[in-house]
């Protein structure tokens, strides 16, 4: 695991049978800057979960790219920022995306909103049309102290993803009580949630090397 932005690889196709086998490449994003993240936490469990399945992963935070709020007059006059150029880059360069998000008044904190607003407004990056959200394959997970562990938030990230094309994975992993539910390793301890946290996982790996590769 690293913190360093990818290289954008080549567009791949999928893999043919008897291929040395290439670990599906996935961006891990927490959808919080809060020192002490529940869900920066949980990003860091999946980021290992990823890791320990094979996958080829990149966890980033979005304290790294800071962005203006979206505002199609600044859009007009200075067009997109480079920090979201950047951020497509990144998103366009892998098969799959686990996005561990906070809900705010049980909808999509604003960080993460603005983030995603900004990519889904690229078309063309170095004289390529390109949309970065376009297929890639999204996995979620969320955590709050609360009863519901942020889920209600998921159903609205779910519908905005899918309004930028991105192909969702069903399988999602919440954590309740989330200031008791990480040991001091980081690992979750409640078992019913770590292995919800594994399934989203394999199902993010395996619909990521079906669906995500970029030109798969
Ligand atoms: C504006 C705002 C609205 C919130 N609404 C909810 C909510 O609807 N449900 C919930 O479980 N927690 C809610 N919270 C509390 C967050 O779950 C809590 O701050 C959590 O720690 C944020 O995630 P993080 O630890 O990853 O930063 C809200 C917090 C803020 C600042």
Known sequence: MDITPPEAHPRRRPQQLGEPIVASKILVLPGSLRNGS??????????LELAQLGADVTRISLADYPLPIMDQNLEALEG???????????????????????????????????????VSRIRVDE????????????A???????????ARGLYHLRSVMMA????????Q????GASHAFDAE???TDERVRTALTSTCRSLIRHAAAFGRPGG
């Open 127 to 138: 004289g390529r049309e390109t949309r970065p959200w376009q297929g890639r394959v999204v």
């Open 173 to 176: 992993c919440s954590v309740s």
């Open 140 to 150: 979620f997970g969320s955590a709050s102290d609360g009863r519901f562990g942020a």
């Open 186 to 188: 980081g690992r979750l």
């Open 38 to 47: 529940f869900n920066v936490a949980l990003a860091a469990a999946a980021a």
């Open 80 to 118: 997109i920022p480079e920090n979201a150029m950047v951020l497509g880059r990144m998103i366009a360069a892998q098969d799959g995306i686990f996005i561990a998000s906070p809900e705010y008044n049980s909808s999509i904190p604003p960080l993460l909103k603005n983030a995603i607003d900004w």
């Open 164 to 171: 930028v094309g991105a192909e969702i994975v069903t399988d």
